[in-house]
């Protein structure tokens, strides 16, 4: 056993004591008050120097080094999701309609024990680590407000790392790949305008459900038609709302979905496609049409030879790891933010364990992982860390 895992795993006790603590307290984005409460309390009993209400509820902590050298931040998400826990663990959620559904308390978790880690050995280390607590990544751009606030500067970061609790992967795995690991997000809204009517003289009507249908059939073609099978791209419809009652033909319908991609080239095409195919069906159907894109998120892209370094350091944290150099999902992350213009690594530490039933995915009401990952993922980012300093 390394050295890091040996001491990470010394601390589990106050790790799972932390992360049951928020699992049980949830809160959603920007509302992160208890938390981040807890987490500048822990920094400071460290003797950090803590910054808080970065974008409202962000914390930032400065753990430096004896001598001089390159500035490392290690990032760590804290919002849960409006999802009404179904776990029944008796740590389960306390506030109706709010749950830890993504693993975000875990990545709390897992921040504290890194900075106490660190901390055992601060006099040796060269440069600066910045411990970043995150508020609101479901979807509410709190990376985007962090990187507004001046997070990355003061002093300038050199190196970003980020890790995620994964239950799509059992315990025991860990994604690291080179080049993109999630896909870019964004959010299609699509509104038709027709003319309403009697649902009994639809001769006298523009029928803008019907359009809507044909809308979404030809949508799901962009990709099977117009992205190569060796690149990848999603376009999703997940929302269609018209009318009121059964005998109406409504006035307008609204369509509402996602847009993925891992290349910024795919993506202007996909989004270019859309446009066409839209106004396309729109004409042919009499209707009036109009297309809304809101960029949500770009993808997360690993710098190599940073990845490298995280890498080498899962294995010799935990040689027995299996390490997957080529994992790739289509979910999005706004860590993506703090990533673009700076050497970076994110990666994926696998949590599932199916004999303890700890299976169901992320943003699932049942969703929990095994807690053994917390001690894995805090060893591996403080031994990266390290090495990025070096």
């Known amino acids: 056993m390394s050295l890091w895992l040996e001491r990470a795993q010394a601390l589990f006790p106050y790790t799972q004591a932390i992360r049951r603590d928020l699992h049980r307290n949830p809160e959603l984005g920007f509302k992160e008050v208890r938390t981040a409460g807890i987490v500048a309390r822990e920094l400071r009993e460290l003797g ?21 050298g390159p500035v490392v931040l290690v990032r760590f998400d804290m919002d849960a999701l409006p999802v009404q826990e179904q776990t029944g663990a008796d740590y389960a959620s306390g506030t109706p309609g709010a749950m830890h559904a993504c693993g975000h308390d875990g990545h709390v978790a897992i921040g504290l024990t890194t900075a106490r880690l660190l901390s055992e050995v601060r006099e040796q280390i060269r440069g600066t680590v910045k411990l970043v607590f995150q508020p609101a990544e479901e979807g509410l751009g709190g990376a985007a407000r962090m990187v507004e606030a001046g997070v ?3 002093p300038l970061v050199d190196f970003c790392l980020a890790l995620h609790i994964w239950n799509e992967k059992p315990l025991g795995w860990m994604g690291v790949p080179d080049g993109p690991l999630m896909a870019s997000s964004d959010i299609l809204a699509i509104r038709m305008e027709g003319k309403g009517g009697h649902g009994a003289l639809p001769h006298q009507t ?6 809507a249908a044909q809308m979404i059939t030809a949508l799901q073609t962009i990709v099977a038609r117009n992205v190569s099978p060796l690149q990848s791209a999603v376009v999703s419809v997940t929302k269609l709302r018209a009318g009121e009652t059964f005998n109406v033909i409504p006035q307008s319908a609204e369509l509402s979905g996602t847009i993925r991609a891992f290349e910024p080239a795919v993506r202007s095409m996909v989004i270019g496609r859309i446009e066409q195919v839209v106004q396309g069906i729109a004409q042919a159907m009499n209707c009036a049409a109009s297309v809304q894109i809101h960029d949500l998120t770009p993808p997360v892209i690993n710098t190599p030879s940073v990845a490298k ?6 294995m010799s944290v935990q040689p027995d790891l299996k390490l997957d150099r080529a994992y790739r999902t289509m979910v999005s992350e706004d860590m993506a933010y703090m990533m673009r213009n700076i050497p970076s690594c994110y990666f994926l530490v696998g949590s599932a364990n199916p004999e303890k039933n700890l299976v169901f995915g992320h943003h699932h009401p049942r969703f ?4 053994q990952a917390l001690s894995t993922g805090a060893a591996v980012i403080t ?7 070096k």
């Open 152 to 154: 990355l500067q003061s």
């Open 206 to 211: 523009v029928d803008p459900v019907a359009a």
């Open 368 to 371: 929990d992982f095994d807690e």
């Open 383 to 389: 031994s990266a860390a390290l090495d990025l300093l």
């Open 48 to 68: 950090l120097e803590v910054t808080t209400g970065i974008a409202e509820t962000g914390v930032v902590g400065l753990l430096e080094g004896s001598q001089p």
């Open 309 to 314: 370094i995280v890498a080498d350091a899962a």
